[in-house]
């Protein structure tokens, strides 16, 4: 399911953020993303990506349908609150690795301003290769984002439940990692 000329801004280009970029732009969407304060090595990748510069939050806000913040996860509700106070009535898509509560939380920031939310949880490095990166998503409007990635490399995968259950199993994962123990995951 393509969904092209859909227009889709990104926050942040940063390592993973670009990876999310290119596969969306490889589904067909036009990729967006907000220069002002982002440093050089942001605006490096962006062009690299041939991603359209927006200049700032508020014009990407105006011109996107869909927003996906993949951003340090201490400022994930930050950019949330960000986004919503900009007046962001179209879908966001919170790909953060942070606890379901707080994204729980962003959700209802977004949802309160009148837009859609859909949780994710990235599972893996940054998408470079088919097989190697999935982002599972979680909520009411879960497919509609999975098409926004169709294409890959990044691989979506809808799962059934609420918001909050994407970023469970996120970190669920890293806690696996950090512990040391071994994990296999395939969907």
Known sequence: MMVKNTTLGILHPGAMGITVAASAQNSGCDVFWVSEGRRAQSIERANSEQLKDAGTLDELVRICEVI??????????DVALKVAASGFTGLYIDGNAISPERVA???RTITGSGGSFVDGGIIGGPAIKPDSTWLYLSGPEAERAAACFS????EPCVMAGDIGKASALKMSLDDCRHSRMPTTFRR
Do not use: Q, R, T
């Open 151 to 154: 294409e890959g490399p990044l």
């Open 105 to 107: 939380a962003a959700g």
């Open 68 to 77: 996906v913040c993949v951003c340090p996860p201490h400022a994930a509700e």
